[in-house]
């Protein structure tokens, strides 16, 4: 049900500062206001983190030096953005939705560091379009995190820091050590590029609307073990990786059938130390280099 619309403050007469909770809460009642027009991001899985109580808690855990850069991906109506602005920090608000954009466009004209870009995310050069090192703050539709993640990726050593809104079950993939349930491709791509950690868990009231599953923010610090494991060209090694997890019930010998000789898996296995009936799930990062270059 559409809300009714109330009297709120004149936005242009808000303080260029992060807004307090009360400011916050009076410019939620302007965004439900509006929220029909933004109801296509539902379709797209997108679910805006409207609570002001939550929006400042994951503010708070966010790095907030004046020098930094953002770059947001699926700004919506601006909760985040303005907190992101504040003290004078650039940030490039990333927008799929048309309408939504233009009426963040019209919400940036008071912050002068902002630039609203109406586009998806993936068909983007977020390096170049920021001309230096970045941080990166989202609330990700659920059904493609892991695409925007390898985007961010592709661009890895212009990153500082990655910090997303997701699918708890996703973050619990994504920063799961190796022998867990949870521990997949997903974990050992994200935790070969960063060192994601969960900082909060956030629960579906927080959001409108509200989805059917709990969320959690992942911080994800840059570099990750990329660093150390002297890989000199990651795609090979990713592919590599989702050989090794193509079938998660199968042992590595057999997931690496596919591209090589068993003579040879059998050679790379001894070599690497591992058992014969070794599974990826077991496997740490640096395992995983060893037996790439033992194979490929």
């Known amino acids: 049900m559409k809300a009714q619309s109330k009297k709120h403050p004149d936005p242009s007469t808000m303080p260029a500062a992060p807004p307090t909770i009360t400011a916050w809460v009076g410019l939620q009642q302007e965004f439900q206001a509006t929220l029909g027009a933004g109801m296509t991001r539902q379709k797209l899985g997108q679910h805006f983190l409207s609570d002001p109580g939550w929006g400042r808690r994951v503010f708070e855990t966010l790095p907030r030096d004046s020098g930094d850069v953002w770059v947001e991906i699926g700004a919506g109506h601006g909760e985040m953005t303005e907190l992101l602005a504040g003290n004078g920090r650039r940030v490039i608000a990333i927008e799929t939705d048309t309408r939504l954009a233009e009426g963040l466009r019209e919400r940036a004209r008071d912050w002068p560091g902002v630039e609203v870009i109406s ?29 925007i993640l390898h985007r961010l990726f592709g661009c890895a050593s212009h990153i500082s820091s990655i910090h997303i809104v997701i699918q708890f079950e996703v973050a619990e993939r994504i920063a799961s050590p190796p022998g867990r349930k949870a521990y997949g491709y997903l974990s050992a791509a994200c935790q070969f590029y960063t060192q994601p950690q969960i900082v909060l868990r956030i629960p579906p009231g927080a959001f409108r609307p509200p989805p059917r599953v709990t969320s959690a923010l992942v911080r994800m610090t840059l570099p990750g073990e990329r660093a150390s ?10 592919n590599f990786l989702k050989t090794c997890f193509g079938q998660k019930r199968k042992t590595l010998r057999n997931n690496l059938r596919a591209i090589t000789s068993n003579m040879r898996i059998h ?3 001894a070599a690497c130390g591992l058992r014969p009936d070794a599974r990826a799930e077991q496997l740490t990062l640096g395992q995983f280099a060893a037996l790439f270059r033992s194979v490929v």
Not at 139 to 145: C, E, F, K, Q
Not at 229 to 238: A, H, K, M, N
Request: zero cysteines; a negative charge; glycine letters at 12%.
């Open 119 to 147: 586009g998806d995310v993936l068909s983007l050069d977020l390096a170049m379009l920021v001309g230096g090192q970045f941080r990166v703050y989202g609330n990700l539709p659920y059904y493609i995190t892991s695409p």
């Open 229 to 238: 494991l002297g890989i000199r060209d990651d795609t090979p090694f990713l």
């Open 267 to 269: 050679e790379a296995l």
